[in-house]
């Protein structure tokens, strides 16, 4: 069996780029009003630049807009030059630096993040991205970077914590390899997505889209699992199987797959719409597990522990492949990669450790505590891309500023409150573990005398 689904996945990989192909159309680049490429050379007499073309390497002259200074201009940085087709040709709109520099400061910011995002990854198998993307952007790295950055990042972390959830006895590899075959398909259907955004309306339209999706989803899906969670911890529901997923259970349409980990039996066609979203969200917004874990918990009826630790197989599959379509795209910040990736590579182990320490309904009320923070933090963005867009009348300042404050702010909060959850709970949870085996022992000495 495993043979045969290790073949579908072989053979979808194959596969995908000639579709890719097929389904491009001749090829997406940017549009005539969207360049990529290095300043090389500033005119302040002219109010001018000289830009290099990425790829093909064609020297071209472009006109700065009024509002821009020319001693503002930053040189050989890789940048999107947006166009203003209605003052001109040639005339700039808007330059946006691609790969922001490096500062201690930011350095070790990363390395922090990288560690966090890694312990929700571990503990919850979302991959943490829902708080790593975010916070790159928070630092100033484009939306279209900070994706493909954390989706390169994501596959050789949740190769680790996949490994070590499964040597648990959690995770379930057929439920994972069934589910990343359509995940891929959704990773390469989100690229083209988020591609054709980025090249049409720049990294503010990217920024926005980014955002406004990572606030919607999490508003919806980390409320019902937070609603979840609450009767759980409350006594007054048992982790029992969803009723929507005993009813997809109960349709008989073959191919009928039975997932032994997950103790579940199902039509492949259940698990489609699920890979599918995940791949999808994973590679627009670099976030798949807050739709793969409750779909598998939700739709499939997995438990937590199970859905988690299996949405790391998926979170590798889809990494790995994403990560070679992006690289092929120029937009994966390596330096963003191995800092978060250095710290993650450890939080993750420690994630996976304090799953077997804890209750179900104590992964649902991490996963969703965090989602609706984040969400916050996601939301006071959206006004600024908004404007930046010309979409709505230009902020003032202070308002501006404040926005700033209440997006940072509330990403420090989600990170330090997931970390300190986890914390709690994995200390508790070993604490309560040793008084159990030392009652035991001390049992087993009264028995025997």
Same mark, same amino acid.
């Given at each position: 069996?495993?043979?045969?689904?290790?073949?579908?996945?072989?053979?979808?990989?194959?596969?995908?780029?000639?579709?890719?192909? @097929?389904?491009?159309?001749?090829?997406?680049?940017?549009?005539?009003?969207?360049?990529?490429?290095?300043?090389?050379?500033?005119?302040?007499?002219?109010?001018?630049?000289?830009?290099?073309?990425?790829?093909?390497?064609?020297?071209?002259?472009?006109?700065?807009?009024?509002?821009?200074?020319?001693?503002?201009?930053?040189?050989?940085?890789?940048?999107?030059?947006?166009?203003?087709?209605?003052?001109?040709?040639?005339?700039?709109?808007?330059?946006?630096?691609?790969?922001?520099?490096?500062?201690?400061?930011?350095?070790?910011?990363?390395?922090?993040?990288?560690?966090?995002?890694?312990?929700?990854?571990?503990?919850?198998?979302?991959?943490?991205?829902?708080?790593?993307?975010?916070?790159?952007?928070?630092?100033?790295?484009?939306?279209?970077?900070?994706?493909?950055?954390?989706?390169?990042?994501?596959?050789?972390?949740?190769?680790?914590?996949?490994?070590?959830?499964?040597?648990?006895?959690?995770?379930?590899?057929?439920?994972?390899?069934?589910? @990343?075959?359509?995940?891929?398909?959704?990773?390469?259907?989100?690229?083209?997505?988020?591609?054709?955004?980025?090249?049409?309306?720049?990294?503010?339209?990217?920024?926005?889209?980014?955002?406004?999706?990572?606030?919607?989803?999490?508003?919806?899906?980390?409320?019902?699992?937070?609603?979840?969670?609450?009767?759980?911890?409350?006594?007054?529901?048992?982790?029992?199987?969803?009723?929507?997923?005993?009813?997809?259970?109960?349709?008989?349409?073959?191919?009928?797959?039975?997932?032994?980990?997950?103790?579940?039996?199902?039509?492949?066609?259940?698990?489609?719409?699920?890979?599918?979203?995940?791949?999808?969200?994973?590679?627009?917004?670099?976030?798949?597990?807050?739709?793969?874990?409750?779909?598998?918990?939700?739709?499939?009826?997995?438990?937590?522990?199970?859905?988690?630790?299996?949405?790391?197989?998926?979170?590798?599959?889809?990494?790995?492949?994403?990560?070679?379509?992006?690289?092929?795209?120029?937009?994966?910040?390596?330096?963003?990669?191995?800092?978060?990736?250095?710290?993650?590579?450890?939080?993750?182990?420690?994630?996976?450790?304090?799953?077997?320490?804890?209750?179900?309904?104590?992964?649902?009320?991490?996963?969703?505590?965090?989602?609706?923070?984040?969400?916050?933090?996601?939301?006071?963005?959206?006004?600024?891309?908004?404007?930046?867009?010309?979409?709505?009348?230009?902020?003032?300042?202070?308002?501006? @500023?404040?926005?700033?404050?209440?997006?940072?702010?509330?990403?420090?909060?989600?990170?330090?409150?997931?970390?300190?959850?986890?914390?709690?709970?994995?200390?508790?949870?070993?604490?309560?573990?040793?008084?159990?085996?030392?009652?035991?022992?001390?049992?087993?000495?009264?028995?025997?005398?």
């Amino acid at each position: 069996m495993y043979r045969k689904l290790l073949f579908m996945l072989l053979l979808t990989l194959i596969s995908l780029p000639l579709a890719s192909a @097929a389904l491009a159309g001749g090829g997406d680049g940017p549009p005539k009003d969207m360049l990529k490429g290095i300043i090389t050379q500033v005119q302040p007499e002219a109010h001018s630049i000289t830009f290099e073309k990425d790829g093909t390497k064609e020297i071209v002259t472009l006109i700065l807009p009024a509002a821009m200074k020319a001693e503002d201009v930053r040189l050989n940085k890789k940048v999107l030059v947006s166009l203003d087709k209605h003052a001109g040709e040639g005339v700039i709109k808007d330059i946006s630096i691609m790969f922001m520099d490096m500062t201690l400061t930011r350095i070790i910011t990363l390395l922090v993040v990288g560690l966090i995002g890694g312990l929700l990854s571990g503990f919850i198998g979302s991959g943490g991205a829902f708080v790593l993307t975010p916070a790159m952007m928070s630092l100033g790295v484009p939306g279209a970077v900070a994706v493909a950055s954390n989706m390169c990042h994501k596959f050789p972390k949740a190769m680790v914590g996949a490994y070590k959830r499964y040597k648990y006895g959690q995770a379930d590899i057929k439920l994972g390899l069934v589910m @990343a075959a359509t995940a891929i398909i959704g990773v390469q259907i989100g690229i083209k997505m988020q591609k054709y955004i980025l090249n049409h309306f720049g990294n503010a339209g990217s920024n926005l889209y980014v955002s406004f999706v990572f606030m919607v989803v999490l508003v919806l899906v980390g409320g019902y699992v937070l609603y979840d969670a609450y009767k759980l911890a409350k006594g007054k529901g048992e982790a029992t199987v969803s009723k929507l997923a005993l009813r997809l259970q109960a349709i008989n349409l073959p191919p009928m797959m039975h997932f032994k980990v997950a103790k579940v039996t199902i039509s492949a066609w259940v698990t489609i719409p699920v890979g599918l979203l995940t791949g999808m969200l994973a590679a627009t917004i670099a976030v798949g597990g807050f739709i793969g874990v409750p779909g598998m918990i939700y739709v499939v009826g997995a438990s937590a522990v199970v859905a988690s630790a299996t949405e790391l197989i998926i979170a590798f599959v889809m990494g790995a492949w994403g990560s070679i379509q992006w690289g092929l795209s120029g937009l994966i910040d390596i330096r963003l990669t191995l800092l978060i990736l250095a710290g993650s590579l450890i939080g993750v182990q420690l994630g996976a450790l304090g799953t077997t320490y804890v209750k179900d309904y104590m992964i649902k009320i991490v996963m969703a505590s965090t989602m609706l923070i984040v969400a916050v933090s996601r939301g006071a963005k959206v006004p600024g891309y908004l404007a930046d867009l010309d979409l709505i009348p230009v902020l003032q300042s202070q308002t501006t @500023a404040a926005l700033e404050q209440i997006s940072f702010w509330a990403l420090v909060t989600a990170l330090g409150s997931a970390a300190l959850i986890i914390t709690i709970a994995m200390t508790k949870g070993m604490l309560q573990a040793k008084h159990e085996r030392e009652a035991q022992q001390l049992a087993h000495v009264v028995t025997n005398g």
